[in-house]
């Protein structure tokens, strides 16, 4: 072989470690008699200390208001010391959150050799909107994550936007216009 297809292949072989490649694999089960109209969502997160979560939250912003509706986020912390849950039905200034989402990291499967990290890691998630006012579950996500070698900032990105397309395929938000591919 020649110097110059070694350097093809080299380079080849090289854009998949760099970029990587992630795969996502979804169940969702909406309720029929749920009428979406999301403006205003509060999420919680319960990630298992995910170290993309910053990347995460600030592409799920993104692309939640660029469907037309502001999220407010909630840890964990603020809820436990609000024991009346107030925290999760309205804002600071009194104003009601249209849903409720929870997302959760269940678990995550890396294999290990001699105690070294090999192989894809794979995270699985339970995703689930509550209508405030109801209190009723009106939609949940089984979402499984395989994020091969892409890079740490780009999961968030990558996720957020699994997360934002399986909610607009299954109409939750009304005002969101897919981004043009080109």
């Not at 600071?92 to 849903?99: E, F, K, L, M, P």
């Not at 405030?132 to 994550?145: D, H, I, N, R």
Request: aromatic share 6%; hydrophobic share 40%.
């Amino acid at each position: 072989m020649s110097g110059k297809t070694l350097r093809l292949i080299a380079l080849f072989c090289l854009s998949f470690v760099v970029v990587g490649c992630n795969t996502m694999h979804v169940e969702t089960n909406k309720d029929p008699n749920y009428q979406a109209n999301i403006h205003r969502l509060v999420i919680v997160e319960n990630l298992g200390g995910a170290s993309f979560q910053g990347s995460l939250d600030k592409n799920l912003t993104s692309m939640i208001n660029a469907c037309g509706a502001k999220p407010t986020f909630v840890n964990l912390v603020q809820i436990i010391k609000d024991p009346s849950h107030r925290i999760l039905k309205k804002d600071a200034n009194g104003i009601s959150y249209d849903a409720l989402l929870t997302i959760e990291m269940t678990s995550s499967d890396q294999l290990t050799r001699y105690g070294a990290p090999v192989g894809t890691p794979t995270y699985h998630y339970t995703l689930t909107l509550i209508d405030p006012g109801s209190g009723k579950k009106v939609w949940k996500a089984l979402m499984t994550f395989v994020t091969g070698n892409v890079i740490l900032s780009d999961k968030g990105q990558l996720l957020a936007s699994d997360i934002i397309t399986q909610m607009n395929k299954d109409g939750l938000f009304t005002e969101c216009v897919p981004k043009d591919p080109n």
